[in-house]
């Protein structure tokens, strides 16, 4: 038998719950610190993050509807899926992890971080709702919801608990996200989007770009349709401050670079409160 060729992974987005190239048709090596080729991965372009933001659009308001329940189901479906790639994520990032103990140790935080955001699925709405007191013959409830489509620039570094961090506390509550993974180490955001399309969770609930947050960020910022932007993966102060100004033309809600949030408050960040008012009776 002659000698295995090695097969070199050329990686897709992640879009509607598909794999397609990039429009563009450009890709870009994936390179380990030392210089190693590991992969190819798409470019993703401005074309790109319009098909995402429309694909995330379209489900929202199916996945802001499901119950509670179920998306934690499917929130932690998608743990148990991670946990049997255990293996795979770990080669995945260890490259940029500097140890093999501790590519494990994040690995493992990401799938029980999935766990924990999948817990608070059915308890947002008691945790941060309220039966508020007027003066008068009403009931009077302050109700969550979801703020609609979140656009987000996750972490370099790390590359796989970083983007967990990023999009569970996003979706948990019926948000629909459009994330740019790690351009340099952005391998383990698409073996996660090979988690995500046989996992029960509906295409469109999350899509993963890959390349130059750089390039396709601001299309995302002043794309009228999306609602809120997470820049916690721009590293880049002047970036930022471009992104933000670009955000305010459609009022989005942002959460800038460096913002320290814990988990229950990063869900919160993405929640509008609605208050209704109902007579009661005597």
Same mark, same amino acid.
């Given at each position: 038998?002659?000698?295995?060729?090695?097969?070199?992974?050329?990686?897709?987005?992640?879009?509607?719950?598909?794999?397609?190239?990039?429009?563009?048709?450009? @890709?870009?090596?994936?390179?380990? =610190?030392?210089?190693?080729?590991? !992969?190819?991965?798409?470019?993703?372009?401005?074309?790109?993050?319009?098909?995402?933001?429309? #694909?995330?659009?379209?489900?929202?308001?199916?996945?802001?509807? #499901?119950?509670?329940?179920?998306?934690?189901?499917?929130?932690?479906?998608? !743990?148990?899926?991670?946990?049997?790639?255990? #293996?795979?994520?770990?080669?995945?990032?260890?490259?940029?992890?500097?140890?093999?103990?501790?590519?494990?140790?994040?690995?493992?935080?990401?799938?029980?971080?999935?766990?924990?955001?999948?817990?608070?699925? %059915?308890?947002? #709405?008691?945790?941060?709702?309220?039966?508020?007191?007027?003066?008068?013959?009403?009931?009077?409830?302050?109700?969550?919801?979801?703020?609609?489509?979140?656009?987000?620039?996750?972490?370099?570094?790390?590359?796989?608990?970083? $983007?967990?961090?990023?999009?569970?506390?996003?979706?948990?509550?019926?948000?629909?996200?459009?994330?740019?993974?790690?351009?340099?180490?952005?391998?383990?955001?698409?073996?996660?989007?090979?988690?995500?399309? @046989?996992?029960?969770?509906?295409?469109?609930?999350?899509?993963?770009?890959?390349?130059?947050?750089?390039?396709?960020?601001?299309?995302?910022?002043?794309?009228?349709?999306?609602?809120?932007? %997470?820049?916690?993966?721009?590293?880049?102060?002047?970036?930022?401050?471009?992104?933000?100004?670009?955000?305010?033309?459609?009022?989005?809600?942002?959460?800038?670079?460096?913002?320290? $949030? %814990?988990? +229950? @408050?990063?869900?919160?960040?993405? $929640?509008? +409160?609605?208050?209704?008012?109902? =007579?009661?009776?005597?």
């Amino acid at each position: 038998m002659s000698e295995h060729i090695e097969v070199r992974r050329t990686a897709k987005l992640f879009i509607g719950g598909a794999f397609p190239r990039s429009e563009s048709g450009r @890709t870009y090596e994936v390179k380990s =610190p030392e210089g190693k080729f590991i !992969a190819n991965a798409a470019q993703g372009s401005r074309k790109d993050a319009r098909d995402a933001v429309t #694909a995330a659009r379209a489900i929202q308001p199916k996945w802001a509807g #499901a119950t509670a329940y179920n998306r934690g189901q499917i929130l932690y479906r998608i !743990a148990e899926m991670m946990e049997g790639r255990r #293996a795979q994520f770990i080669d995945e990032v260890s490259p940029w992890a500097k140890s093999a103990k501790k590519a494990e140790a994040e690995v493992d935080e990401a799938i029980d971080r999935w766990i924990w955001f999948a817990g608070w699925s %059915d308890k947002i #709405a008691m945790v941060v709702g309220s039966s508020n007191p007027v003066a008068g013959p009403f009931f009077n409830f302050s109700v969550p919801e979801p703020t609609g489509v979140v656009a987000a620039i996750a972490p370099s570094r790390p590359s796989l608990l970083g $983007l967990v961090d990023t999009i569970a506390p996003i979706i948990v509550s019926g948000n629909t996200t459009v994330v740019i993974a790690s351009e340099d180490a952005p391998m383990a955001a698409v073996t996660l989007g090979e988690v995500l399309a @046989t996992s029960d969770l509906p295409g469109g609930v999350i899509n993963i770009l890959t390349g130059s947050y750089a390039e396709v960020a601001p299309w995302l910022a002043s794309h009228m349709d999306v609602n809120a932007i %997470d820049l916690s993966g721009v590293e880049n102060e002047k970036v930022a401050a471009e992104l933000e100004k670009a955000a305010a033309e459609n009022l989005k809600r942002c959460l800038r670079p460096g913002t320290e $949030l %814990d988990g +229950l @408050t990063r869900i919160k960040n993405w $929640l509008e +409160l609605k208050t209704v008012w109902h =007579p009661r009776g005597f």
